[in-house]
């Protein structure tokens, strides 16, 4: 039997109040303090478990195009200021992007050419300053603009300065009703001016109408984090070819399409398990490897192992070492539609806000502003 809280409980009001302490949802909750609301947060565990503390930690803000492009310089302001205000690793130092061919370099040449001061060309001895790296680099470039934090640290330390703020959370916490004006969770009842329902992949659980319409689905992504080989401090995150298929920034290049073409024929395996074959360093010195790509609304609970066997090789390959210990495994999930963002409204005064494209991290902080001005119109 379980128990439920007394018909009509209020638990209290605010102005605002975001459903999902993950990035998106306090992304809201900064924007809405800076303009002086009260919110509530409102997370069904007790602490973020979900995408923002199992990607890379990595703000790619450079690799983007379009609205993602401008929600992600404008989010790289508010990190390197939350980093100071909230007391987070966070490292200013760039993304480095490896070329293992000569029409990879010449892709990163348009992209230098597409994106004036933003993109600095390396030489093969530069990149191996940077990155210990195994044989057939042929160069590659800095993306000076983008930043590394700890994502196991950064949304906890968000929520702890939002809570110091005057945001009031509750953990543990499920919400069942949304409403104009009223939200209804496992704890009582909550009184909104404004919502913002912000639950990644779990759209379908509170309005599947619209995760339909939308066409909603989950993606799986394969990770790892293994013991850097080298012992040597890598400052940027490192980015390879395979990114260049999964960062839209890149479409712009007129060569793209004959690298795809290439990678296809020559590494059906990897591109059809949608590799982006990238890592970062943790603030300990590991490397947070992957990733895969895998599409559904339901998802099987199952991994398949080859695709771990597959990250472990090519990034094995990619550092020049035989092999690679692995610390620890797990699974990624983020919300993916066609478009890179999902803002809808159900009813008045509440918006349901998610980023469909894996790229939370990096846009999160410039979309929520471009919401709340919207919603609070």
């Known amino acids: ?39 509530v947060v409102v997370e069904r565990d007790e602490r973020a478990t979900g995408a923002s503390v199992r990607n890379f930690g990595h703000g790619c803000f450079t690799a983007q195009h379009g609205d993602a492009l401008r929600y992600a310089m404008a989010a790289r302001k508010e990190w390197l200021r939350l980093a100071g205000e909230a007391g987070f ?64 640290e950064a949304a906890h330390a968000i929520a702890r300065l939002l809570a110091a703020q005057g945001v009031r959370f509750h953990w543990a916490t499920t919400v069942h009703t949304v409403e104009p004006g009223l939200v209804g969770t496992s704890r ?19 309005f599947p109408g619209l995760a339909e319409q939308a066409g909603v689905r989950r993606c799986a992504l394969h990770m790892l984090r293994v013991r850097d080989p080298h012992g040597r ?4 995150a490192v980015l390879t070819n ?26 059906p395996d990897l591109v059809g398990v949608g590799l982006n074959l990238m890592f970062t360093q943790r603030p300990d010195g590991d490397l947070t490897i992957g990733d895969t790509h895998a599409y559904a609304t339901t998802l099987e609970p199952f991994n398949d192992e080859e695709r771990d066997r597959l990250v472990l090789a090519e990034t094995a390959r990619l550092l020049g070492v035989r092999r690679l210990t692995v610390r620890e495994r797990w699974r ?3 919300a993916s539609a066609g478009r890179p963002f999902l803002v809808a ?32 119109r």
């Open 89 to 152: 690793w966070l490292r200013d130092t760039g993304t480095l992007v490896v070329a293992r061919a000569d029409d990879e370099y010449a892709v990163l040449e348009e992209f230098r050419a597409a994106r004036d001061g933003q993109v600095e060309l390396l030489g093969a001895r530069e990149v191996a300053e940077r990155m210990p790296a195994g044989p057939g680099v042929t160069g590659g470039a800095l993306l000076p603009l983008d930043v590394r934090v700890d994502p196991r």
């Open 345 to 376: 409204t159900p009813m008045p005064g509440v918006r349901v806000v998610s980023v469909t494209s894996g790229i939370g991290m990096t846009t999160a902080f410039g979309l929520a502003p471009d919401v709340l001005d919207d919603l609070l």
């Open 332 to 334: 990624g999930v983020y």
């Open 233 to 236: 401090k890598i400052d940027p």
């Open 188 to 206: 009582g009842l909550l009184r909104a001016g404004r919502v913002v329902v912000a639950v990644g992949h779990d759209v379908d659980r509170h």
């Open 242 to 267: 395979y990114s260049f298929l999964r960062y839209d920034g890149f479409g712009v290049c007129p060569t793209l399409p004959a690298l795809r073409a290439r990678l296809e024929a020559e590494h």
């Open 1 to 39: 039997m379980t128990s439920s809280p007394p018909v009509g409980r209020v638990l209290g009001s605010a102005d605002l109040v975001v459903v999902g302490a993950g990035i998106v949802g306090l992304a809201h909750a900064v924007a809405a303090v800076r303009r002086g609301l009260s919110v």
